[in-house]
């Protein structure tokens, strides 16, 4: 989280720190006037920097990927993966580990910020032995306006064929992504139940979803 100021990075952690743990305690550190990294009550974990000189917030929120355990030293490799699956990319910033870092390898990535498509991310690595991995509990959403718009992601990104489900895939990375016509929305919010019913058997027996099929349940 991109905070304006001091103030409000004190209030959301207050906010958070209830029935949540703190992972770094909010303070100042070298590469920010405050920083904090908490798990909030239902495990999802925030970092809310504010850093005086950091010009224009241009997107208050920014997932955060952290390359750990068997993906660590891959996280180029991922930059550079998704730099070429979202053709709207560019890297906005990018900083390595130098020699002689105690912890870290050499090259590895400190800090990046890339813009896939209209969506800041934020990638990172870290050597030390973590309890957790990417995981389906956390995925990002492509809509997707068109058949050969949900092809072209389904299968630029699927690398784990048991993972495919009801639009659902994992690339390479093990990171998590669903490939959704934009329509979907609109079948799902309706007000037809029949419609709706249709709609979710249909879906739940494919793997990448198929436009054609789905407006057909819909219509009934």
């Known amino acids: 989280?991109?905070?304006?100021?001091?103030e409000e990075a004190d209030a959301l952690w207050g906010k958070l720190a209830e029935g949540g743990f703190p992972l770094m305690e909010l303070g100042?550190?070298?590469?920010?006037?405050?920083?904090?990294?908490?798990q909030d009550r239902f495990g999802l974990s925030w970092q809310l920097t504010y850093t005086a000189d950091a010009g224009e917030i241009t997107q208050k929120i920014q997932p955060s990927l952290m390359f750990i355990n068997k993906q660590y030293g891959r996280a180029e490799?991922?930059?550079?993966?998704?730099?070429d699956v979202f053709k709207n990319s560019e890297t906005l910033a990018l900083t390595r580990y130098?020699?002689?870092?105690?912890f870290e390898k050499e090259g590895t990535i400190m800090f990046s910020k890339q813009r896939f498509e209209d969506v800041q991310f934020l990638l990172?690595?870290?050597?030390s032995n973590h309890?957790?991995?990417?995981?389906?509990?956390?995925?990002f959403t492509i809509y997707c306006d068109t058949?050969?718009?949900?092809?072209?992601?389904?299968?630029?990104?699927t690398a784990v064929p048991e993972s495919e489900v009801c639009g659902w895939l994992k690339d390479r990375f093990d990171v998590s992504w669903q490939i959704v016509p934009r329509e979907l929305d609109e079948m799902l919010l309706t007000e037809?139940?029949?419609?709706?019913?249709?709609v979710v058997a249909t879906f739940m027996k494919m793997k990448k979803l198929d436009i054609a099929a789905l407006r057909q349940a819909f219509k009934g």
Do not use: M, T
Not at 1 to 6: G, I
Not at 29 to 38: H, V
Not at 98 to 102: D, F, L, Q, T, V
Not at 147 to 157: A, S
């Open 1 to 6: 989280v991109n905070c304006e100021s001091s």
């Open 28 to 38: 100042q550190y070298p590469f920010a006037e405050r920083f904090g990294w908490i």
């Open 77 to 83: 490799e991922a930059i550079n993966f998704y730099l």
């Open 98 to 102: 130098p020699a002689g870092h105690p």
């Open 124 to 127: 990172n690595e870290n050597s």
């Open 131 to 139: 309890a957790f991995d990417f995981n389906e509990a956390f995925s």
């Open 147 to 157: 058949q050969e718009e949900i092809d072209y992601y389904w299968y630029k990104l």
């Open 192 to 198: 037809d139940k029949a419609a709706k019913d249709r």
